[in-house]
């Protein structure tokens, strides 16, 4: 990851609103979440979650589909495990004993426990 992405995710994330999205969004795993049943959990009005989105979609943090008149929108993993890896790289000078967690990879889409 380059710097200007770290810091457009961490912009994007640095707003109250927005990191309670998308962690929400990655606690709903690969399945995501439709974009009504988002905003019911956060309680915002369509327009305050659709600007939210904006930009966490600009960041490349969500990605979403439309399934007929629906819009789901999923955390994407891959970008948030290249912001945790850009941000720990150099984690305790690069010693052994110190080092991030292993990268999220969330359960297959459909597959739940």
Do not use: W
Not at 26 to 51: C, F, I, M
């Amino acid at each position: 990851m380059k710097a200007a992405a770290a810091v457009a995710a961490l912009n994007a994330l640095s707003h109250e609103t927005r990191l309670a999205a998308f962690r929400r969004l990655v606690q709903a795993g690969p399945d995501g979440l439709p974009v009504g049943e988002l905003r019911e959990r956060l309680d915002l009005p369509a327009a305050t979650l659709s600007a939210h989105l904006n930009v966490l979609r600009a960041a490349d943090l969500v990605r979403d589909e439309r399934e007929g008149r629906v819009i789901r929108v999923r955390a994407h993993y891959p970008q948030m495990n290249s912001l945790i890896a850009y941000l720990t790289e150099n984690c305790c000078a690069g010693t052994v004993d110190c080092g991030p967690a292993g990268a999220c990879v969330p359960a297959s889409k459909g597959a739940r426990k």
